[in-house]
């Protein structure tokens, strides 16, 4: 049995695409995978506190000197770390503003980019060897984006800075496997969209 953890970041509910890929997807998962159990993380529409200076006064204690009281400051972080942890599939939806991601995808990936929690130093001591410490997870990132031509080797690619970063920073955290489904075309309207929104549903469905 899986256990699969929906994450949304875009700030719109109806008109949203990437709250539609992610619908499209648990709806078509729960279809061959009926037992897998799914926990929803809302990171668009419900406020996720960026890192501050107690944050970071606690995150950085060891493990061995940690107590109830210096880690006051990551409460709401260890939560979330602890959830993310205890998935093995994730499911990722994020529309593409400015290029890159929304604020509360980042605050949400700041809350989890833990030392010693999510990544480490090999050494232990700051090496520029991270090592990931999420093993055996796979993640699905399904983007919606208004423009066009941001794949690898595309015309666009040089101002990808949404599915680019997010492969990154889950591969340092250790996750390696991840797939990328980007709905493209959305400032387009029309056909162009509407064919580009068949081709995506399609792809989730054979998932």
């Known amino acids: 049995m899986n256990k699969v953890l929906i994450i949304n970041a875009s700030v719109r509910r109806e008109k949203s695409h990437s ?8 709806d078509n998962w729960k279809k ?3 037992n897998d159990q799914f926990t929803y993380r809302e990171v668009g529409l419900e406020e996720i506190p960026p890192i501050n200076e107690k944050w ?3 995150a950085f204690i060891k493990p061995s000197e940690r107590t109830s009281e210096n880690q006051l400051g990551v409460r709401f972080s260890n939560e979330l770390v602890e959830e993310f ?4 599939i994730y499911v990722l939806g994020t529309p593409m503003y400015n290029w890159s991601i ?16 999510t990544w480490k130093f090999r050494s232990g001591e700051p090496d520029g060897d991270y090592v990931g410490l999420l093993e055996n997870k796979k993640m699905f990132v399904l983007s919606s984006r208004g423009d066009t031509g941001y794949g690898e080797n595309e ?24 797939s990328i489904i980007s709905l493209d075309n959305e400032e387009f309207g029309g056909e162009i969209f509407e064919n580009s929104k068949k081709e995506i549903y399609q792809k989730i469905e054979q998932i």
């Not at 942890?85 to 093995?88: D, F, R």
């Not at 929304?102 to 030392?115: H, N, T, V």
């Not at 997010?166 to 390696?176: A, P, S, T």
Request: charged residues 25%; aromatic residues 10%.
């Open 19 to 26: 709250r539609k890929l992610t619908q499209l997807f648990e």
């Open 32 to 34: 061959k995978n009926p």
């Open 56 to 58: 970071i006064a606690s």
């Open 85 to 88: 942890k205890g998935h093995n």
């Open 102 to 117: 929304p604020s509360g995808l980042k605050s949400y990936i700041d809350q989890l980019m833990r030392i010693n929690e």
């Open 155 to 178: 015309k666009n690619e040089h101002m990808n800075f949404q599915t680019t970063y997010l492969k990154f920073v889950f591969g340092i955290m250790g996750i390696k496997d991840i």
